[in-house]
């Protein structure tokens, strides 16, 4: 692995201030499984300057599916803000839709401008794809996956540099996550979101399931805008929406009386460990949970549990990875890339909508439905609305404190993200696209 490193890194960098970063498991038994190099970009740089190139990442098979791909890249991204990098590009073959998909979902963004080179009678068009660097803040992968350091299907990863400065040990988690906390947390910033939410905009994909008299679990209802949605089109059944913070079901309370709902309650629960016997429920859903949770896996396996034979269990989760705006706005790429950070960095996974059939299936479901969604926010009030809640969630929200305290930015940075989402909502042009993967399961 390290002669294959070295021998790609010579190929592909400019020969000043070259650097190999290889990946090893714990303690470095059995060598380098992963490697990845970068260099001082080639030719013209961009805006801001410099530009570093990255190039060759490459893992053994063994260790694909461990995290590796996805901690080389953050890593590097704190090894190139370390040196003094302040964008960074790559080229992508255009016909390689799956290191497309890679590379987008790390924080890269095609710009428009390709090549094309004749490789054995073949014409190949490379895309180039950039990003933006935050100026401070390296990568801590480390702190939130060093309680793992000694699962045997960990990867760690070090920096081989020459003059481009050390690089943060980094770890690369398991499957087997601890609980998370959900990264968000309940600000007015917050809020102001998930109410706004129902059960037309949020859960579609469910509503030609539901019918009069049917008992409905509602889990991680927040304000319990849907959940009262839910209530209203089951009734007489009876609703039961759970959430882990018990202030934000003061809210809901408030909702289901201001709408004179006497079919639903509200109790404080943990999806991993729900306190209600087996088969309660003719329909369990979540909405936006499983992101923020540590094990998506046992917590659907929970929520089966609790559905009766025949019942349903949905769910639907954004998939921040796969977000789309326009125009492009350099902070929101920095957005995006600090939002992945801090979100894994707590346990959950952002890019949680591609990956809800895989943990159904995981889960011992069967006959699962997937599907997609969309929220697209273009006319005025939409921008303005969407815009400034984020603008307000970045500077201050659980994200924000989660993002300074855990050394991934600084609050003047918050502060320059918070001004690009303002200045994105500003232009008479912009369009923004959440998607979200949808998932309904049978229960056999």
């Not at 943990?270 to 094990?295: C, K, M, N, T, W």
């Not at 034979?309 to 890339?337: C, K, M, N, Q």
């Not at 992945?340 to 909508?353: F, L, Q």
């Not at 479901?365 to 400034?388: H, K, L, M, V």
Request: net charge negative; glycine share 10%; hydrophobic share 40%.
């Amino acid at each position: 692995m390290e002669e294959r490193a070295a021998v790609r890194h010579a190929r592909l960098t400019a020969p000043e201030r070259p650097a190999v970063l290889l990946a090893t498991r714990p303690g470095g038994d059995g060598g380098p499984v992963a490697f990845s190099c970068f260099h001082p970009w080639p030719g013209e740089g961009f805006e801001p300057a410099p530009t570093a190139g990255s190039a060759a990442l490459h893992a053994l098979p063994e260790v694909r599916g461990a995290g590796v791909g996805r901690a080389l890249p953050s890593a590097i991204t704190g090894a190139l803000v370390e040196a003094g990098f302040r964008s960074a590009a790559l080229r992508v073959f255009a016909g390689n839709a799956r290191a497309r998909r890679f590379y987008g979902a790390a924080g890269r963004r095609a710009d428009g401008e390709s090549v094309r080179e004749e490789t054995g009678g073949r014409v190949l068009e490379e895309l180039r794809y950039r990003r933006h660097l935050l100026k401070q803040g390296a990568v801590h992968i480390a702190r939130h996956v060093s309680h793992h350091s000694a699962d045997p299907h960990t990867v760690r990863t070090s920096a081989h540099t020459e003059g481009v400065g050390s690089m943060t040990h980094a770890s690369v988690p398991s499957a087997a996550h601890e609980t998370a906390v959900y990264t968000h947390g309940h600000h007015e910033s917050v809020l102001r979101s998930h109410s706004w939410r129902t059960a037309a905009n949020s859960a579609a994909h469910l509503l030609p399931e539901l019918r009069a008299g049917l008992d409905v679990l509602d889990v991680g209802c927040g304000p319990g805008t849907i959940t009262a949605d839910l209530a209203a089109l089951v009734a007489p059944g009876r609703v039961t929406g759970v959430d882990a913070a018990e202030d934000v079901l003061t809210k809901a309370r408030a909702v289901a009386a201001e709408r004179g709902l006497e079919n639903v309650r509200f109790a404080v629960a943990d999806v991993h460990a729900l306190d209600f016997p087996d088969d309660s429920f003719d329909v369990v859903h979540a909405h936006q949970v499983l992101q923020h949770v540590g094990d998506p896996v046992a917590a659907l396996r929970e929520m089966r549990r609790v559905c009766r034979p025949g019942g349903i269990v949905a769910a639907r989760d954004s998939d921040y990875g796969a977000f789309a705006w326009f125009p492009e706005v350099p902070a929101l790429d920095g957005w995006l890339e600090l939002y992945h950070r801090v979100a894994r960095a707590n346990g959950g996974e952002p890019d949680a909508g591609r990956r809800l059939y895989s943990w159904a299936r995981r889960a011992g479901f069967t006959d699962i439905t997937a599907t997609a969604g969309t929220w697209c926010f273009a006319t005025p009030e939409e921008r303005a609305w969407w815009s400034g809640l984020w603008a307000d969630r970045t500077t201050a929200s659980g994200y924000a404190d989660l993002a300074v305290s855990g050394g991934h930015a600084t609050a003047g940075e918050l502060a320059a993200i918070a001004e690009g989402w303002r200045e994105w909502g500003g232009r008479e042009d912009a369009w923004f696209m959440v998607p979200h993967g949808e998932i309904l399961c049978r229960v056999t």
